[in-house]
């Protein structure tokens, strides 16, 4: 990576892959390590140990090597559990608190403090608070940069290079919070910026180099991810086989349109109908986790049986929230849910080197961003994400053809309508989903047992957290009765208005 990326350690707070976030969107490159990661994070230009759910005093508590940190001469900052961590360090102690703290509070910043991070912050600004434990005593020489309402210090400053918050800045909720940590940057010098178009050559470079003149097979489904994957491979200059398969899981005409996509974009695709094959290994399956597992069994499968055991590389187009999720980094996190490019076989082929991911430290809108430079149309890079096991997950319990029909019907009315009232660009998800369960209804004075319909739109940056969008009233009414008077087998439509989290933006 020819860009200094700005290290952030993951001790497992649900909130640090917005550190890395935040960090993207003021410009500058940053990527997740792992504490017994940090040997690798030489040449950085600064640190940031996130937050976590554990507690210090925990015998097995993360650790970090403390001399190593100090031996790279780069700013380092501490968000909550990273505070504590290194008030404890520098001779420091930590206690658990009087009073928890989970949700807004103020910081009042102490004028007196300088080469601090709030010179330009307000004096009392809201912030977001999520510990149970506080730093108690402080080690000689460190300053108190801020503290709460009830006078806890809750910014320290130990030196000119290390500094502590004990609230998360990263989070909206924290108002100022981005001025913070660009604030902490500006102490790591001048930094180069993360540009698109020279991130574009370098990406195509380490593609490129990472190939070495072998043979790829890329599976492509039309949606941005992979459609973005082999723009870069046909950039890099790779010999690659796209192969899109049809898994009978698909949206309505969603594979002629991938096909007159590709056409458009000048790559050449090649369609696999495993639509059987898929439906017969999925009958009867209503577990979630194992109808991912064998979505992404078979789908590497199909690859295979296509193009034989010869196939030097499988290229996917997995994303940095789905590394994520799957906790792939590392124990800290918990698995919210398998991705379909994550199981077991993927993961053994990856131990063997045979699979390429390029994309997987980028977000989904530098994703879009990465697809406009490579010259994609906006019909490719403006489509709304579809998930890889496709309508299994807006299928839940067991799939069966007449399911199928009815969520591809209703969807089609339904992203139909975004279109025409120009909003579908407005969102960043929407889809309809099955509710696996029955209503009374009446339809033409007859009694009617019917399904129940879901529709979802929602708002999101990246997928790791998401807010249902407020749609006009008289367009859910409209979507709400075409679904009614034109899809067999549905009596009722609801509107989702969940946030993720606690709900996920699919259903399954």
């Known amino acids: 990576m020819q860009h200094q990326p700005i290290a952030v350690v993951d001790f497992g707070s649900q909130y640090t892959q917005l550190i890395v976030r935040r960090i993207r969107e003021l410009g500058y490159y940053s990527k997740l390590y792992l504490p017994e990661e940090l040997e690798q994070v030489k040449g950085t230009a600064a640190v940031i140990l996130s937050g976590g759910p554990r507690s210090t005093s925990e015998p097995d508590a993360p650790d970090i090597d403390f001399t190593f940190l100090q031996s790279l001469g780069v700013p380092v900052l501490g968000v909550c559990y990273g505070m504590q961590l290194l008030n404890l360090k520098f001779g420091g102690s930590v206690s658990p608190c009087a009073t928890k703290e989970y949700g807004p509070a103020d910081l009042v910043k102490e004028s007196s403090v300088?080469?601090?991070?709030?010179?330009?912050?307000?004096?009392?600004?809201?912030?977001?608070?999520?510990?149970?434990?506080?730093?108690?005593?402080?080690?000689?020489?460190?300053?108190?940069?801020?503290?709460?309402?009830?006078?806890?210090?809750?910014?320290?400053?130990?030196?000119?290079?290390?500094?502590?918050?004990?609230?998360?800045?990263?989070?909206?909720?924290s108002t100022e919070g981005t001025q913070m940590l660009e604030a902490f940057l500006k102490k790591a010098g001048d930094l180069p910026r993360f540009e698109m178009s020279s991130f574009k050559d370098e990406l195509a470079q380490r593609v490129k180099d990472h190939v070495q003149g072998r043979k790829v097979v890329c599976g492509v489904s039309g949606g941005v991810d992979s459609s973005v994957l082999a723009a870069l491979l046909h950039e890099a200059q790779v010999d690659t086989r796209n192969i899109f398969v049809d898994t009978g899981l698909l949206r309505k005409d969603e594979a002629a349109e991938v096909v007159r996509l590709f056409n458009s974009i000048g790559i050449e695709i090649e369609v696999i109908d495993a639509s059987e094959r898929f439906l017969t290994a999925l009958a009867g399956e209503s577990d979630p986790e194992e109808k991912r597992r064998i979505i992404g069994r078979l789908f590497v499968d199909v690859f295979f049986d296509a193009v034989g055991d010869d196939v030097e590389l499988l290229a996917q187009g997995t994303l940095y929230p789905d590394v994520i999720e799957s906790a792939t980094s590392g124990s800290a996190a918990s698995t919210i849910k398998t991705h379909h490019n994550r199981v077991d076989r993927i993961m053994e082929l990856k131990e063997q080197g045979r699979v390429i991911e390029p994309l997987d430290e980028l977000f989904k809108d530098e994703v879009r961003a990465l697809g406009k430079v490579l010259g994609l149309p906006h019909d490719v890079v403006g489509r709304h994400p579809f998930p890889g096991p496709g309508l299994a997950v807006r299928c839940p319990g067991a799939i069966t053809e007449e399911k199928l029909r009815i969520i591809r019907e209703a969807d089609a009315i339904y992203m139909s309508i975004l279109r025409e009232r120009d909003w579908y660009d407005k969102i960043w998800q929407a889809y309809a989903a099955l509710i696996p369960t029955k209503t009374v209804g009446v339809k033409g004075d007859v009694r009617s047992y019917e399904y129940a319909m879901s529709i979802r739109a929602v708002t999101s940056e990246d997928a790791m957290t998401a807010e249902w969008v407020h749609l006009p009233y008289d367009m859910l009414g409209e979507i709400s009765n075409r679904i009614l008077n034109e899809v067999d087998g549905v009596n009722r439509v609801l509107y989702d208005i969940s946030t993720k989290p606690p709900a996920s933006i699919e259903w399954e």
């Not at 009830?150 to 909206?172: C, M, R, T």
């Open 114 to 173: 300088e080469g601090g991070l709030f010179d330009d912050i307000s004096p009392s600004s809201q912030v977001w608070m999520s510990h149970s434990d506080t730093v108690s005593d402080l080690p000689d020489g460190c300053q108190i940069m801020g503290r709460n309402r009830d006078g806890v210090p809750v910014a320290l400053k130990w030196n000119d290079s290390f500094f502590g918050i004990q609230f998360h800045p990263e989070v909206s909720h």
